[in-house]
């Protein structure tokens, strides 16, 4: 065959395969645009109706801050942040739940997350039923897990605590039992032909593997729990969010502003400090910036 004909062959096949990209790229496009277009009409999304709320947003966001003058600065700052010792020690509160219910909830994720992964399971019906514990446990909101727990325990922030726990426990050992199945089973068919048994298969061949990336997924679950823990407390389930809940219903504008920079202050240095731990647990201390 010449090389004449391998070309031209080349440039039918290389044009019938644009075609058929072309064709199925249209074909999504237009399922897209079919499915935005039934979207917008069951959430009444205008672009008349978004422009004439954006400037509510500003208005709100103008009525939460406070009056600071230059001249005055320590004394406006001052009568903002009138409740800081109150709302400090409710912070506390907050980020002990959110502490906790990292703690508890990365623990029952490490114990959901083996049987629920499918090259560690050993039996389908084991991985099944192990999965779908976990899709129940994290399918249901954490508001909806703290009104179920405030009716049973009471208002307080075990309540919280219980609610952050069980959600954790499966958006975990979701992320875990999918780090398992991403790791190299050459390790664990070198284990199992010394002879070990299921739990040294974990041990030796499957957590060195994947303790980096259960350590960042447990790390961005305390960033979440933080918040989230601020929201549970709109229901009675204890912390910062009762306060802020109290604040927004009673329209005390500047206190939900001095609140909310509270919360926000707070995530920012846990997130830089879990960025520090990270890079040290996996031996990345510093980065080196071009």
Same mark, same amino acid.
């Given at each position: 065959?010449?090389?004449?004909? /391998?070309?031209?062959?080349?440039?039918?096949?290389?044009?019938?395969?644009?075609?058929?990209?072309?064709? /199925?790229?249209?074909?999504?496009?237009?399922?897209?645009? #079919?499915?935005?277009?039934?979207?917008?009409?069951?959430?009444?999304?205008?672009?008349?109706?978004?422009?004439?709320?954006?400037?509510?947003?500003?208005?709100?966001?103008?009525?939460?801050?406070?009056?600071?003058?230059?001249?005055?600065?320590?004394?406006?700052?001052?009568?903002?942040?009138?409740?800081?010792?109150?709302?400090?020690?409710?912070?506390?509160?907050?980020? +002990?739940?959110?502490?906790?219910?990292?703690?508890?909830?990365?623990?029952?994720?490490?114990? +959901?997350?083996?049987?629920?992964?499918?090259?560690?399971?050993?039996?389908?019906?084991?991985?099944?039923?192990?999965?779908?514990?976990?899709?129940?446990?994290?399918?249901?909101?954490?508001?909806?897990?703290? +009104?179920?727990?405030?009716?049973?325990?009471?208002?307080?922030?075990?309540?919280?605590?219980?609610?952050?726990?069980?959600?954790?426990?499966?958006? +975990?050992?979701?992320?875990?039992?999918?780090?398992?199945?991403?790791?190299?089973?050459?390790?664990?068919?070198?284990?199992?032909?010394?002879?070990?048994?299921?739990?040294?298969?974990?041990?030796?061949?499957?957590?060195?593997?994947?303790?980096?990336?259960?350590? #960042?997924?447990?790390?961005?679950?305390?960033?979440?729990?933080?918040?989230?823990?601020?929201?549970?407390?709109?229901?009675?389930?204890?912390?910062?969010?009762?306060?802020?809940?109290?604040?927004?219903?009673?329209?005390?504008?500047?206190?939900?502003?001095?609140?909310?920079?509270?919360?926000?202050?707070?995530?920012?240095?846990?997130?830089?400090?879990?960025?520090?731990?990270?890079?040290?647990?996996?031996?990345?201390?510093?980065?080196?910036?071009?």
């Amino acid at each position: 065959m010449s090389a004449s004909v /391998q070309v031209r062959r080349f440039e039918e096949e290389f044009a019938r395969l644009r075609r058929r990209q072309r064709i /199925q790229l249209f074909g999504f496009a237009l399922l897209f645009l #079919t499915i935005f277009h039934f979207a917008a009409e069951f959430s009444h999304f205008t672009l008349e109706r978004l422009a004439a709320g954006l400037p509510r947003i500003g208005e709100y966001i103008g009525k939460t801050l406070p009056e600071i003058g230059f001249v005055s600065l320590i004394g406006d700052v001052a009568t903002w942040y009138y409740g800081f010792l109150k709302w400090l020690k409710l912070l506390g509160d907050t980020l +002990l739940i959110a502490l906790m219910a990292t703690l508890f909830g990365a623990v029952g994720g490490l114990v +959901l997350c083996f049987p629920a992964s499918r090259n560690l399971a050993g039996h389908y019906s084991i991985y099944f039923a192990f999965r779908r514990i976990a899709e129940i446990a994290r399918c249901v909101p954490e508001v909806v897990y703290a +009104l179920v727990f405030v009716v049973a325990f009471g208002i307080g922030p075990f309540a919280g605590f219980l609610a952050l726990t069980a959600h954790t426990i499966g958006a +975990l050992g979701k992320l875990f039992a999918e780090a398992n199945e991403n790791i190299d089973e050459r390790q664990l068919d070198g284990v199992r032909a010394a002879g070990g048994n299921w739990f040294e298969v974990i041990r030796y061949a499957v957590l060195p593997q994947v303790l980096p990336n259960f350590t #960042t997924y447990t790390l961005w679950r305390l960033e979440l729990n933080i918040r989230s823990a601020a929201i549970v407390g709109f229901v009675g389930a204890g912390g910062i969010g009762q306060e802020l809940y109290q604040a927004i219903g009673l329209n005390y504008y500047e206190d939900v502003s001095a609140i909310v920079l509270m919360i926000v202050v707070t995530i920012t240095l846990i997130d830089l400090a879990c960025e520090k731990i990270r890079h040290r647990i996996i031996g990345r201390e510093s980065l080196q910036w071009a």
